[in-house]
């Protein structure tokens, strides 16, 4: 009886053991099962089942656990460390997915992805070790499985992201660093170390940010300035920042920080430069235009208005407002508000007729359009209306620009004075910048042989046959540079006549350069003075006979007498062959 308690005891105290090795076993959060000597499964707890979504009598005494994880080699760890304990040679060659376990002698590891385990890619982890009796013979092996999935798809996530990041640093134009609130470098892309011209020596980790920025002072122009304000953010790190970086060199970089937060917690610093040189040089540079033209426009006497594409202006000088007597805020969209009339006919003109209203409808020029105004504050004046559409580089209308200038007293001068010159004895012709006959008198008239009106029509071209072979461009350049010139030329009448004139001209910048030509007719002149070189040469002709030859007298000529003086004995002679008498004052 005795014997068979101890059986018994011994028995219950297996199954006990039986029983806590298996819920163990069935207990642990760790994916574990078991195979035998002939690789059939004789453990499967549930957390395996759970994640193979294969219970455990299923996968019992089968060998469906490589199946299960879809190995395509056919084999886990499990069954390596099985078929290296079967080898008959002694040496056995693991494939390169399996490796020896750094925590268990004789153990193999394995991991990677896993395809479609459970309807989801899985990174898993095998280790397997081998079950040995106590005479050291492998009964059994056990292989753990642990899933990675979600910390190595966050770790791909993590370098995908950082990949993404480091690849957007590097393609941007603008210089990046990334510090602690140490001052140390965390991260920067190579436009940084290009723009400050740092060796990656300096931008380590371990290297002393204050040597990094000695290196960087000085390099720049105001170096106290710099360090001045990086204190500043650092005593501050909540603070955001903007300042410029001048180089010793000429360069200006902009540069613009703000502090890195994790999960709203300032862990750090990064700064952004971006190089503003040329930039800024161009702005500069039409800031200066800018200003340039502000004080050409001031200075100039015409008025000047600029306007966009609704008729508002955007730019106009004093004289404008001069002129106009009115505030610089009335555009064109307010042209019923302006008053004139034509100056020739006296039609009035409509709100719609403007000028700039037509540049701005259907792009048309105006040039030199004589208006009588009522300006604003009431006066009266005779302006020169000019007006051309404004065009971007589509040339779409964008705008218009408007001139005028105030003839008020140049048209009194012309009243006062068109009388005088109409009855003057000198031909007078008045003329535009475009060389059109604006005026001609009576003298002129008679000379040419051409009714006003016809003249009014005509242009210089059509009555000199001289000026207009090639001299008529430097006689202008002349004109321009002196204000005036004198030449003589010859003009053609009406009836084909052809007569020598003596022009002289003189610009009159005040009247919008206008220019006005007196006209002397010469011809007579001209032969007075071809007749005169004839009697000269006859005189001196008959003194080289009368000195070398003894000659008294010519055939034809009168007698020289001896006692007569010499000038009034040439005036009586005459030319040989019979040549016409003149009288010629010796």
Same mark, same amino acid.
């Given at each position: 009886?005795?014997?068979?308690a101890?059986? @018994? ?11 806590? %090795? ?15 000597? @002939?690789?059939? *499964? ?6 395996v !089942?759970e994640?193979?979504?294969?219970s455990? +009598? ?17 084999a *886990?760890?499990?069954d *390596?460390?099985l ?14 997915r ?26 898993i ?12 013979k ?7 499985v642990?899933?990675?999935? @979600?910390p190595?798809?966050r ?14 640093l590097?393609?941007? !134009?603008? +210089? ?12 920067y892309?190579?436009?940084?170390t290009?723009m400050?011209?740092?060796p990656?020596? =300096?931008?380590?980790?371990e ?8 290196? /960087?002072?000085e390099?720049?122009?105001k ?14 790190p909540?603070?955001?920042?903007w ?9 200006s ?14 862990? $750090? ?16 540079? =039409? ?8 004080r ?5 006497p ?5 306007t966009?594409?609704? $008729?508002?202006?955007?730019q ?7 002129i106009w ?8 969209e307010?042209?019923?508000? &302006? ?9 009035? /003109? ?13 792009g048309e ?19 020169r209306? %000019? ?5 971007d580089a589509?040339?779409? /209308?964008?705008?218009a620009?408007? #001139?005028?200038?105030?003839i ?9 004075y ?6 003057a004895?000198? $031909?007078?012709? =008045?003329? @535009?910048?475009?060389?059109r006959?604006?005026?001609a008198?009576?003298a002129?008239?008679r =000379?040419?042989?051409?009714?006003r ?19 008529a461009?430097?006689?202008l ?13 010859r ?7 052809? #007569?020598? #004139?003596?022009i002289?001209?003189s ?35 008959? &003194?080289?006979?009368?000195?070398t ?6 055939? $034809?000529?009168?007698?020289?007498? %001896?006692h007569?003086?010499?000038?009034t004995? #040439? ?10 008498r003149?009288?010629?004052? +010796?």
């Open positions: 009886n005795t014997l068979l101890e059986i @018994d005891a011994r028995q219950q105290a297996l199954r006990e053991e039986k029983l806590f %090795s298996e819920n163990l076993l069935q207990n642990s959060a760790v994916h574990t099962f078991v195979l035998d000597r @002939d690789h059939r *499964m004789i453990a499967w707890n549930r957390a !089942a994640l193979t979504g294969l455990s +009598g299923e996968a019992i005494c089968t060998e469906r656990h490589c199946q299960i994880f879809q190995i395509a080699s056919g *886990m760890a499990a *390596m460390i078929a290296r304990e079967d080898s008959e040679t002694g040496t056995f060659s693991l494939p390169a399996f490796s020896p376990s750094a925590l268990i002698a004789d153990g193999l590891q394995t991991e990677g992805w896993w395809s479609e385990l459970d309807g989801r890619r899985r990174y982890i095998g280790e397997a070790a081998p079950i040995r009796d106590s005479r050291g492998l009964i059994a092996v056990v292989e753990t642990r899933d990675l999935t @979600d190595k798809e770790e791909e996530e993590f370098r995908y992201s950082h990949s993404l990041l480091a690849a957007t590097e393609s941007t !134009a603008d +210089g990046v660093l990334a510090t602690d609130l140490r001052r140390q470098v965390v991260s892309n190579s436009k940084f290009e400050f011209g740092l990656e020596a =300096l931008l380590g980790r290297v002393d940010p204050a040597e990094r920025h000695r290196a /960087i002072m390099r720049l122009t170096p106290e300035v710099f360090q001045a304000k990086v204190d500043e953010l650092y005593r501050n909540q603070q955001e920042g300042d410029l970086l001048r180089f010793k060199g000429g360069r970089i902009a540069r613009y920080t703000q502090p890195q937060r994790i999960e709203g917690r300032i862990v $750090g610093r990064v700064w952004n430069h971006r190089d503003i040189t040329e930039p800024l040089k161009v702005e500069t540079e =039409l800031r200066q235009s800018e200003e340039l033209l502000r050409v426009l001031e200075t100039l015409v008025g000047v208005w600029v966009d594409r609704d $008729g508002r202006i955007i106009a000088n004093p004289a404008g407002a001069r007597g009115v505030p610089h805020d009335v555009g064109v307010d042209c019923d508000l &302006f008053r004139g009339r034509r100056y020739d006919t006296k039609e009035p /003109i409509k709100p719609e007729e403007w000028g700039a209203a037509r540049a701005l409808r259907e020029t105006l040039l030199d359009e004589e208006i009588e105004i009522e300006g604003f504050d009431g006066s009266r004046k005779i302006v209306y %000019s007006s051309v559409p404004l065009r589509g040339q779409s /209308i964008i705008g620009i408007v #001139v005028n200038q105030d008020t007293a140049h048209k009194q001068a012309e009243a006062e068109r009388p005088i010159l109409r009855s004895t000198e $031909g007078f012709l =008045l003329l @535009d910048a475009r060389g006959i604006l005026e008198n009576d002129y008239c =000379l040419s042989g051409y009714r009106e016809e003249l009014l029509e005509m242009h210089p071209a059509d009555l000199d046959i001289l000026e207009f072979r090639g001299e461009t430097r006689h350049r002349r004109i321009l540079t002196r204000g005036s010139d004198r030449f003589e030329t003009h053609r009448c009406k009836d084909g006549r052809l #007569v020598d #004139v003596e002289s001209v610009r009159i910048p005040e009247a919008g350069s206008r220019f006005v030509v007196f006209v002397h007719d010469i011809t007579e002149r001209r032969l007075l003075g071809a007749d005169a070189q004839q009697h000269a040469l006859a005189a001196a002709a008959l &003194f080289v006979c009368h000195r030859c003894g000659v008294r007298r010519f055939p $034809g000529s009168l007698p020289l007498r %001896s007569e003086p010499w000038g004995r #040439v005036g009586r002679a005459r030319l040989p062959g019979g040549g016409h003149r009288d010629v004052q +010796g």
